[in-house]
């Protein structure tokens, strides 16, 4: 991976960005893509790129992936100065307990960590059980509510406090690669297609959204602005190349054997068959999964904006998802960008979107 792509997708993921709270995120990547496209930012938080193509009667086409991550908020800080939180978006209570965190309030930055009684306080029978989040709370040292609350005040966002390590060979860790892992792909696409001085036969956007892990809202108003022909999301797919992953359940899914294209009823059946023929003309390693269900990804709205758009997704191998500790592999980034790029030609008419 070239240098400064390197380290913007560096900074992306170390940029907060819970659910709400996504505009650090946002100013990375709006900064990066504001090099080579015309952006702007909606009142949800939405940064919309755009590059125009043409050509008469061409396609709109939309690539969105969404910025925000998983993370917390204070709720309560009680007399002794310890923190209460709630969850932001999916959080696992198994993995919080004994982890650092960041509080990120106007003053700056707050470290915090979520601890537990020790070992050898707990009854036998507590030693095994989950903490419920409701139970667990955040020690940043103060000694009183009012010291506390000279540093934080309630709804300040919360993130882990992880940053990208290498791994490896080209596998990286990171907490909140789902989903700035697919906002890095967008930025590429449109790194490349600005790069290459050719206009394509579409009017491409490409958008970074906002408030997906909440229930998909920047993906369902960004659609509606843009008004797409074509949609592709690019998400995280869940990898089974671990040892406590069932295969027939999940799909066989590895790090590093290129992006994953997923077949089902969220996925238009032309795209779909483009994505895959221009895979085999461009010798880009992909991988097949079926998904009998909606996707539970931006794909799901932008299907179904205004009068339905023929929507596709192309999917990053991702392991330990919804956690601090999410691994990629850096080339399945890169060939999801390639893929998209390369397929974008092949974009041309809106009767070949239509079933039949």
């Not at 969404?66 to 932001?88: L, M, P, R, S, T």
């Not at 602005?225 to 799909?251: A, H, M, R, T």
């Not at 932008?302 to 191998?317: F, I, N």
């Amino acid at each position: 991976m070239r240098t400064e792509s390197f380290e913007f997708l560096k900074k992306l993921v170390a940029a907060p960005s819970p659910s709400g709270y996504e505009q650090p995120a946002q100013r990375v990547f709006r900064e990066y893509v504001g090099e080579f496209a015309e952006t702007s930012t909606d009142v949800l938080g939405n940064v919309i790129s755009f590059i125009p193509g043409q050509g008469d009667n061409r396609l709109k086409v939309m690539l969105v992936a969404h910025c925000d991550e998983i993370g917390f908020q204070v709720k309560y800080i009680d007399d002794n100065g310890y923190v209460w939180f709630g969850a932001v978006g999916g959080v696992d209570p198994h993995i919080t307990v004994g982890q650092r965190l960041l509080i990120h309030s106007a003053k700056g930055a707050v470290t915090g960590v979520i601890g537990r009684k020790p070992i050898h306080l707990l009854e036998a029978k507590d030693r095994d059980s989950v903490i419920k989040l409701d139970n667990q709370y955040i020690d940043i040292g103060a000694a009183t509510r009012k010291e506390a609350e000279e540093l934080i005040r309630l709804g300040d966002p919360i993130t882990f406090a992880t940053e990208l390590t290498p791994l490896q060979g080209d596998r990286v860790t990171s907490r909140g690669f789902d989903d700035k892992a697919g906002c890095f792909v967008v930025a590429e696409v449109m790194r490349l297609v600005a790069e290459s001085g050719k206009k394509l036969p579409v009017d491409l956007y490409g958008v970074s959204s906002v408030q997906e892990e909440v229930g998909l809202r920047g993906g369902k108003t960004s659609s509606y602005s843009v008004d797409p022909d074509v949609g592709i999301c690019v998400e995280v797919f869940f990898s089974s190349d671990q040892p406590d992953v069932d295969k027939k359940l999940n799909g066989e899914i590895c790090l590093g054997k290129g992006p994953v294209i997923p077949r089902g009823l969220n996925i238009n059946h032309f795209l779909f068959d483009l994505l895959i023929a221009t895979a085999g003309k461009e010798e880009i390693p992909v991988q097949l999964i079926s998904i009998p269900r909606a996707t539970g990804t931006d794909a799901n709205v932008m299907q179904v904006s205004r009068s339905g758009v023929a929507t596709a997704l192309v999917t990053l191998p991702l392991r330990y998802m919804h956690s601090p500790v999410e691994v990629v592999s850096l080339s399945d980034l890169e060939q999801a960008a390639k893929l998209i790029v390369a397929s974008l030609s092949g974009l041309t008419s809106r009767e070949a979107l239509i079933p039949r």
